[in-house]
Antibody, heavy 123, light 109 residues
Framework: EVQLVESGGGLVQPGGSLRVSCAAS????????MSWVRQAPGKGLEWVSV???????YYADSVKGRFTISRDTSKNTLYLQMNSLRPEDTAVYYC?????????????????WGQGTTVTVSS | EIVLTQSPGTLSLSPGERATLSCRTS???????LAWYQHKPGQAPRLLIY???SRATGIPDRFSGSGSGTDFTLTISRLEPEDFAVYYC??????????FGQGTKVEIK
């Protein structure tokens, strides 16, 4: 079964750090684009970061310089390291298999999503 | 950065009615890069449509997508009770960032 399972969310103080994980099964993380998307309380979906199959990484301006996306191919797991956390980073964080890169000039959407992990930044 | 504007913000309809959701982009985009998602509280988002008009695996045929240029539409032909949710359009690009619209809530009238 194709599946993503996030973990690692929790309560952290402003300025603190947290790493959330996303374990994949049924497909290979390293062969796909993988994205992180978040939803703050009462807000819509916000794309956060992507790692390409080739390893290139990209970030939303709101997290650039503070968050780092990475993967461990031996564990088939995606990570998001979040540093210098702010209250506005409070959100449910979802990982998703991203259908970019499967075919030139075509996008297959984010077709597999995890259940989300909640990050709360508060003193 | 291209901005996606969804309308209306909220759509109040009854089961069995037709829902028409709009997503407008701030500049012309390739329809190959436009996707739609359904999101219910406490659940993961669900891919409905990719390439503006292709249904994702397992999506009922009451969901359809159309459009080109700057105007895209998600249509639900006959609302089922399980279709009441928030719907987002999303734009991919040749380079990030990817962008989501602000969402349209389809609620029971």
């Amino acid at each position: 079964e194709v599946q993503l399972v996030e973990s690692g969310g929790g309560l952290v103080q402003p300025g603190g750090s947290l790493r959330v994980s996303c374990a994949a099964s049924g497909f290979t993380v390293g062969f796909n684009y993988m994205s992180w998307v978040r939803q703050a309380p009462g807000k819509g979906l916000e794309w956060v970061s992507v790692i390409y199959s080739g390893g290139n990484t990209y970030y939303a301006d709101s997290v650039k310089g503070r968050f780092t996306i990475s993967r461990d191919t031996s564990k088939n797991t995606l990570y998001l390291q979040m540093n210098s956390l702010r209250p506005e980073d409070t959100a449910v964080y979802y990982c998703a298999r991203d259908g970019g890169g499967w075919e030139p000039h075509y996008y297959y959407g984010m077709d597999v999503w995890g259940q989300g992990t909640t990050v709360t930044v508060s003193s | 950065e291209i901005v996606l504007t969804q309308s209306p913000g909220t759509l109040s309809l009854s089961p069995g009615e037709r829902a028409t959701l709009s997503c407008r982009t701030s500049q012309s985009v390739s329809s190959s890069y436009l996707a739609w998602y359904q999101h219910k509280p406490g659940q993961a988002p669900r891919l409905l449509i990719y390439g503006a008009s292709s249904r994702a695996t397992g999506i009922p045929d009451r969901f359809s997508g159309s459009g080109s240029g700057t105007d895209f539409t998600l249509t639900i032909s006959r609302l089922e009770p399980e279709d009441f949710a928030v719907y987002y359009c999303q734009l991919y690009g040749s380079s990030p960032p990817w962008t989501f619209g602000q969402g349209t809530k389809v609620e029971i009238k």
